[in-house]
């Protein structure tokens, strides 16, 4: 897979960038030769994701992330139509239908389109809160090399750059600036549960390696991460099964390789470009990392936890997690616009923030893969937390009740 020009520059000559720590933690324990044994057949291991959330911050209550407050949201716009002459009440006009003809009017485009299916025709959010704070905390890795958040190549822009919790330096995470100051994206917000769909069979993540002779120190390994075609196996608690065999997707889009090594216990890649299945009211769309690598902790069990990083390309993420603009049903073929307007503004609503505020804001902290024709990055940088237990993973026909899916183009 050809190395992009964002990551020759990070590299700088190298085989492939190593996230910096400035402050790593503490050595992990290592596997025991025993667990080695059973982890790794034949120079190959596998396992599959058990957690996958976006990596984060502290709440905006904890820190001072967000001096301005939150944003505000729909609510905050519909509070704010009501001190305007077409947002006062009707004579007659019950409760609900007020509610409900505010509502609509602030997701409406001038123009008369969804808001949520045509972002780039809303107004600018004049309530819309990003976390500030060139040392602000939050988590994952580094993932251009630029310690100062400079831009320093021609493929990245100019943005403030996060410390980890430990004190690590040069993080790389734009997302959760854009979306830190928003209530459905705090510790306590349902913005972060979309793995839920997971534990229903709905989608999952696979991940091998292979020319492994050691869990402890390995100067080169190959890197492989893949949707999973097969459903999470589970005990009768609903607890996910260690080596539990799984099928990769039979779509190579959905497989991506890299080298990587292990050095100290923790696995590190060079750059992939991955692609994802999400789930969610049974409506499907691709969650994409350009030039992803994996920070990877082996753990005393032969699992793995750790970050996988990327960059998401704005209209991407955007319709994964909030406009699900391009969501497609069971068959593959594009879902009903009602039930695409329906899940975007219910979502809007329930986790506070506005589909043109967070589709603007995203446009401006954009750090990767920048355009050389507008000079405007495409990509925003964005980290999620993983967790895989052992696995056996195999590249055949699936069987399970996931086939229609693995095979679908």
């Not at 990769?248 to 923790?266: F, L, P, Q, S």
Request: glycine share 12%; hydrophobic share 35%; net charge neutral.
């Amino acid at each position: 897979m050809a190395i992009s020009a964002l990551v020759v520059a990070a590299a700088a000559g190298a085989s492939f960038w190593r996230p910096a720590e400035a402050n790593p933690a503490p050595a992990p324990t290592p596997v025991s030769d025993e667990v080695f044994a059973d982890v790794v057949r034949n120079g190959e291991a596998g396992f599959v994701a058990t957690e996958f959330a976006y990596a984060l911050g502290p709440d905006a209550s904890a820190s001072n992330a967000c001096p301005r407050g939150l944003t505000g949201g729909v609510r905050g716009l519909v509070e704010q139509l009501k001190a305007r002459p077409e947002g006062a009440r009707r004579e007659g006009e019950s409760d609900q239908g007020y509610q409900r003809r505010l509502n609509m009017m602030v997701n409406t485009a001038p123009n008369g389109q969804n808001i949520c299916m045509n972002p780039q025709a809303g107004p600018t959010d004049p309530n819309w809160r990003m976390v500030e704070g060139r040392d602000a905390i939050a988590q994952g890795i580094d993932l251009d090399g630029d310690g100062k958040g400079k831009g320093k190549s021609a493929a990245t822009c100019g943005h403030p750059e996060f410390r980890g919790a430990q004190g690590q330096r040069g993080i790389d995470n734009q997302f959760y600036r854009v979306i830190g100051c928003t209530t459905g994206f705090q510790s306590t917000g349902a913005g972060n549960g979309f793995q839920t769909e997971m534990y229903t069979g709905s989608w999952g993540i696979l991940v091998s390696l292979k020319g492994v002779d050691s869990l402890a120190n390995d100067p080169e390994v190959e890197v492989g991460i893949y949707a999973n075609a097969d459903p999470l196996q589970l005990s009768a608690a609903r607890n996910a099964l260690p080596f539990a065999t799984y099928a990769v997707h039979r779509d190579k889009r959905y497989h991506a390789t890299a080298k990587g090594r292990i050095v100290n216990g923790v696995l590190t890649s060079g750059a992939m470009d991955v692609r994802l299945i999400n789930v969610v009211n049974s409506m499907s769309e691709d969650r994409e990392l350009r030039d992803a690598r994996v920070r990877l902790t082996f753990t005393p069990d032969g699992g793995m936890e750790g970050y996988l990083a990327g960059y998401s390309p704005i209209d991407s993420i955007y319709n994964v997690q909030f406009g699900v603009r391009t969501s497609r049903n069971a068959k593959g073929e594009l879902a009903p616009e009602r039930m695409r307007i329906q899940t975007s503004v219910g979502r809007a609503g329930a986790l506070g923030y506005s589909c043109n505020g967070v589709y603007q804001a995203m446009q401006q902290a954009a750090d990767g893969h920048r355009d050389p024709a507008t000079g405007r990055c495409t990509t925003i940088s964005t980290q999620y937390k993983i967790r895989l237990m052992p696995a056996f993973v195999v590249d055949t026909k699936t069987q399970s009740i996931n086939a229609p899916l693995a095979m679908r183009k």
